[in-house]
C-alpha cells in the first residue's frame, strides 16, 4: 500500500516536473493621446511600454516573487480630452483588472482620472505638467517626464540674457495644460528681465493660426514662446510665423517637439529655435533606443519616450523588489527607495518633496539646443537650478 | 504693426479661409438644394480630397494640378457610390437621409484611422516664400489657394449655368416633379449633383493639405464651418454659399486678429444669429412657404 502510494507520489511529481512552468500575464495599461494633435507624445509613451515589454518577454518574463510574467499592453486613446480619459480609465482598471497605467498625458486628462486611479491603488506615470499631478494626495502618481516648474526658470534666464529678449509673444491651448503653462512662463520671463506682451489662448482643434498671430505680431515682439504646444501644432506655428515674415528667434521651453517642427515648417524655416532638450541623442543607451523605436515605429521618436522607458525599467525592479505585481502600495514604496538606479537616461532618482510634498518627480539632467540645418545642438547643460 | 496694415493682413486672412469655406459650403449646399440631403459627411470627402493630394503630391511628386483633378475625379466617383448604394434608398426620407449621412461620416473616417493611422503628416508647400508688398507679408501657398478656388467655382458655375446637365441639375433644385415631367433623369441627376458636391469638398481639403497638414480627423470644423455658412448664406443657394463662406472667414479673421480666438468664437456665431434674426431664411436664401 505504501509502496503503491510512492509510487504515485513519484508519478505525481515527474509530471510536475515535466509540465513548463508557464507564465502568467501581467497588464500594462497605456493611457494617452493616439490620434490628433498630440498623437506624437501619445505614440512615444505606447512605444515605451511595448519596448519595455519586449525587453521582458523576449527573457521569458519578468521574475516576481517566485512567478514569471509575460507583459502584455493594453492602450486606449484619451483624444487629449478629460472625459474620454476617465471612460478609458474606468476600461483599464474595472474592465482590465489593470493596476499599472503609462499616463494619462495631458494635465486635464490628468485631473479627472487621478481620484479614480487613486482610490483603486493604480500606479500612474503622467506627463501632465499641472503641479496638481504631484500631491500627498496622489500617493499613487508618478511623473517620469520634466515639467515646465522645474526647467523654465533656468532655461528661460539662460535664453533670455543670451538672445537679449525683452518683448515675448506666445500662444497657448486653451485647457488646464494651457493655462498651466502660461503662467508659469509669464512668470519666468519676467524673471529673466523680459515681458510677455502678447499672450493668446485658443481651442486645440486650431489649425489656422494667422490670425492670431498678425495679431501677436502687431506687438512688435522679439521672440515667440512655443511652450505648452503639441509637437503638430508647434510645428504648424512656427510654419505660419515665418510665413508672415517673423525672422525673430523662436524659444521652445518645453516638451520635445524638435522632430515634428523640422518635419512641418521645414528646416530653414527652423532656424533659430531655442529648444529644451530633454535627453542627450548622443549618449549610446539613447542612441540605441532611438534607433529601435525608430525601427519599430517608422516615426522620429518623441524625446519624451525614453523617459517613460526608464521609468517602467524603475517599476519593473521595483516588483522584483517588493516580491509582488498585486500589491501596488508595496511596488510603489519599492521604487522611490531607488536612488541612482541605471536606466536609459543614465542614473536617476526622485524630487518634487519641496514644490509638490511629493518626492514621485523623476530627477534626470536636461539640455538647451538650437536647431541649426533641422538639427539640434546642446549649447547648454542644466541642472534642477541652473543652466551652463 | 500699423492699423492699414493690420486690416490688409487681416484681410488676406480671412479671403483665404473664406475661399475654403465657400468651396465646403458650396458643395454642401448644393446637395441639399437638389437632393434635400444634409450630407454629414461632407467633412469626411474633405479629409478624402486632402489625403489623395498628400500621397499623389507628396509621395508620387504629381504636379500639384494634376493632384487637384485626381482628388476631384476620384471622391467625386466615389461619391456617386456612395448616393446609389447609402443614400439612394433614403431619398424620400430627409430624417433617415441625415442619419445615413451621419453614419458614413463615421465609416469613413474610422476606416482613415484604421488605413493611414491617426497622426497628423505634414504636406510640402506648393509654392514657398512670401509675397512682400511694403508692410504686408502675404505668403504665397495661400494666395494660391484663393486663386484656385476661385477658378474652381467659376468653372462649376460656368457649369451649372451654361450646360445641358447643369440647367438640368437647377431645374430639380427647382422642382422636382415639374422637372420629371420635363423627361430629366433624376436617377442620373441625383448622383451626378452627391458626385460633384464631395469632389468640391476633396478640392477644398486638396488646397487646404499643403497649407495645414493631413490627417483622419482634419473634415470636422469645415464641415462645422460649411453648416454655419449655409445657414448664413442660405440654405440651398449656391451665392449665399459664396457670401456666406467668405464673410464668414473675413468675421474670423477680423474678428481673431482685433480681439483674440475666444472671442472671435463668440462674435462669429453672435453675427450669425444676428443676420438671421433680421433675415432667417439667410442673407439670399429663399423663403420656404
Known sequence: ????????????????????VSAETLKLGVLATLSGAGTAWGISMQGAAELAAE??????????????????????????????????????????GIKYIVGPLGSAPSLAVLPVTTENKAITMTMAFTPKALSPDFPFSFRPVIPTDIFSDPQIKWVAKRLGVKRVGALFPNDESGQQIAVVVEAAYEAA??????????????VDFVPLLTRVLAQNIDAFELDGNS?????????????LGFKGPIIRTGGDATADIVKIAGAEASERIYVHQSIDPSAPAMAAYTKRFEAKYKVPMNAFSPFFYANIQLMFEAMKKAGTVADT??????????TGFETVLGKVGWTGQEQWKSNQQLDAPYYIAVLKGGVAAIVATCERTRCE | MDYATLIGQATLNGLVIGAMYMLMAVGFTLTFGIMRVVNFAHGEFYMLGAFTAFFTYAYWEIPFVVCLLIAALTVGILGVLVEGALIQPFRDDETSGMIATLAISVIIQNAAVLIWGPAPRPMP???QGTLMLGPFSFPWSRLVVIAAAVLIFVTFWLFMQGTRTGRAMRAVAQDKETALIQGIRINAIYPLAFGMSVALAALAGA???PVFSVSPFIGLTPMLKAFVVVILGGLGSVPGAVVGGILLGLIESFTATMFGSLVSDILQLLLVIMILLVRPSGLLGQREY
Not at chain 1, 64 to 86: P, Q, R, S
Not at chain 1, 329 to 338: E, G, P, T, Y
Open chain 1, 55 to 96: 525587453d521582458v518577454n523576449s527573457k521569458g518574463g519578468l521574475e516576481v516573487g517566485g512567478k514569471k510574467y509575460n507583459i502584455e499592453v493594453v492602450a486606449y486613446d484619451d483624444h487629449y480630452k478629460a472625459a474620454d480619459a476617465l471612460t478609458a480609465t474606468n476600461r483599464l482598471i474595472f474592465d482590465d
Open chain 1, 329 to 338: 502600495d508595496k511596488v510603489r514604496q519599492q521604487m522611490l527607495s531607488l
Open chain 1, 1 to 20: 500500500m505504501i509502496k503503491r502510494h510512492k509510487f504515485a507520489m513519484l508519478l505525481c511529481l515527474g509530471a510536475g516536473l515535466s509540465q513548463p
Open chain 1, 231 to 243: 509637437p503638430q501644432t508647434a510645428g504648424l506655428l512656427v510654419k505660419q510665423l515665418r510665413e
Open chain 2, 207 to 209: 488646397l487646404m493639405g
Open chain 1, 193 to 206: 528681465g523680459a515681458k510677455m506682451v502678447s499672450k493668446e489662448f485658443f481651442e486645440r482643434e486650431r
Open chain 2, 125 to 127: 508647400d506648393i509654392v
